[in-house]
Nanobody, 129 residues
Framework: VQLQASGGGLVETGGSLRLSCKAS????????MGWFRQAPGEEREAISS?????????YVADFARRRFTMSRDIGKNTVYLQIDSLEPEDTAVYYC??????????????????????WGQGTQVTVSS
């Protein structure tokens, strides 16, 4: 199992980015997947996730409801995170993750980092003010 994250970069306030996470070794529609971020000196926090097992349950953190959108392309076995109206406070390393623990849970979208056993390498997002 591998997760390859990409798409981060330096962007001005108000800009947009689309992060990608290419998965291999499993199907992105069968395992729960999530996006997290970690700012310097802060704990890793969940942004959004969805359930596995072919289900459609999703979780979106309160702070992410207005500007963050998670999606997946089953044909490309890739999940995405669209971030709009970027703010300096969004500066962080962004991680995608997959959970084999909950692969049969079509109605549960894991929200906590310990529920995930596979992680991408992270992609840096820096928002200039």
């Amino acid at each position: 199992v591998q997760l390859q994250a990409s798409g981060g970069g330096l962007v001005e306030t108000g800009g947009s980015l689309r992060l990608s996470c290419k998965a291999s070794g499993f199907n992105v529609d069968l395992w729960p997947m999530g996006w997290f971020r970690q700012a310097p000196g802060e704990e890793r926090e969940a942004i959004s996730s969805y359930s596995g097992g072919g289900g459609s349950t999703t979780y979106v953190a309160d702070f992410a409801r207005r500007r963050f959108t998670m999606s997946r392309d089953i044909g490309k076995n890739t999940v995405y995170l669209q971030i709009d109206s970027l703010e300096p406070e969004d500066t962080a390393v962004y991680y995608c993750a997959a959970s084999s623990y909950h692969s049969r849970s079509f109605a549960y979208a894991p929200q906590r980092s310990f529920e995930y056993d596979y992680w991408g390498q992270g992609t840096q997002v820096t928002v200039s003010s």
